[in-house]
């Protein structure tokens, strides 16, 4: 029997990425480099964010080999609908626990399960053998070590020798993003889930790292850690609607769903918010609807449009704190799914 072996694999799942497809849930989307977003073009689901035996790990059983593949496809993408359905299902205001701890680890996964860790963590390894290379120059250093693996100093470039290093790492590296993944949902599984919806004709965008992540309390310049409990997760998952996870709060229950919906220019302000978050975290590619990806460019540079979203925004927590006076409410107790600016 000829193998069943998965090795074109999506880093990015297809069944995602058909949420920001045209039409919606179909498989031909458009797509802009990151390097050049002034044209948008067609591709399809099954094209683009994958890699060739990207997950595969050493072993003598296609189990053995195929087992981070399987373990992302059945343990989330077999239940993605699952999350789409609840998350775009406008009357449903409560979520049980296993759902939400589903939308939970989709999230994190999707944190994790790109190649943003390993594109850092490649560079960070060119960096420490090309400061190698150049103290060879002036001294008797033949070799460069890294975490006991050596190699020789021998007219390669930092990248070739840096590549080398990353291939006698894919076992470990592969595994431990997914065990990270994991680790992540477990410590958050008793986080919330926040649900926002544009009601206008703008739209959000993803990319091929599509979870953004701050953190209010981070101190400015000071780089945020991923894994860090206390950040709120964010990702789109089709063009209206994008999940937000927040930490627990005392004495509000987490199977509670806040759900907002943005009309007018606060909506265009969450669109920006989003195109900025997606063209920062982007590795490669922005996925999404034509004529929005047309529109991508313009739009983030767009100052105008920044001063009447900020002026409207303004206006509208002016608004909400007039109103909590008059309830007689505490600026600290309202709640906190009205919107805010991400930085």
């Given amino acids: 029997m000829a ?3 998965t090795k074109h694999q999506h880093y990015v799942p297809q069944g995602y990425m058909k949420g920001f497809a045209t039409p919606e849930g179909g498989s031909r989307i458009h797509f802009l480099r990151k390097e050049d977003l002034s044209a948008a073009k067609p591709s399809t689901v099954g094209n683009l964010c994958a890699e060739t035996n990207g997950y595969t790990i050493s072993g003598s059983t296609e189990a ?5 593949e399987n373990t992302y496809g059945r343990v989330w993408e077999d239940n993605y609908k699952r999350v789409y359905d609840a998350v775009t299902d406008d009357s449903l205001t409560h979520l049980d626990d296993d759902t939400r701890r589903l939308i939970i680890g989709t999230v994190t996964s999707l944190l994790f399960r790109t190649r943003k860790l390993k594109i850092i963590l490649g560079r960070m390894y060119e960096e420490m053998i090309q400061d190698a290379i150049n103290v060879s ?3 008797n250093i033949t070799h460069v ?3 006991r693996y050596s190699m020789p100093l021998d007219g390669r470039s ?3 020798l840096a590549r080398e290093y990353e291939r006698t790492q894919h076992d470990g590296q592969v595994l431990t993003q997914l ?3 994991i680790t992540l949902a477990n410590v958050r599984k008793n986080d919330r889930v926040d649900v926002i919806k544009l009601d206008s004709e703008d739209n959000f965008v993803t990319s091929d790292h599509p979870v953004s992540f701050y953190n209010p309390s981070a101190l400015p310049g000071v780089p945020q850690a991923p894994f860090t409990p206390t950040n709120i997760l964010s990702l789109p998952i089709n063009h ?3 999940i937000d996870v927040y930490p627990p709060e005392q004495g509000r229950d987490s199977s509670l769903v806040s759900r907002i919906t943005h009309r007018d220019l606060i909506a265009k302000g969450e669109m920006l918010m989003n195109h900025a978050e997606q063209s920062q975290t982007a590795d490669l590619f922005i996925l999404g609807e034509k004529t929005t990806l ?3 460019g313009k739009n983030l540079n767009d100052q105008g449009l920044k001063e009447q979203v900020d002026k409207a925004r303004n206006s509208y927590l002016t608004d909400i704190l007039a109103l909590a006076s008059a309830l007689g409410t505490s600026v600290t107790e309202i709640p906190t799914d009205q919107p805010t600016t991400k930085q």
């Fill in 3 to 5: 193998s069943q072996e």
């Fill in 64 to 68: 053995e080999r195929q087992f981070v």
């Fill in 137 to 139: 120059r002036t001294s």
């Fill in 145 to 147: 070590t890294i975490e």
């Fill in 158 to 160: 930092a990248k070739e």
């Fill in 179 to 181: 065990r990270m993944a």
């Fill in 240 to 242: 209206k609607y994008r």
């Fill in 294 to 296: 047309q529109n991508f």
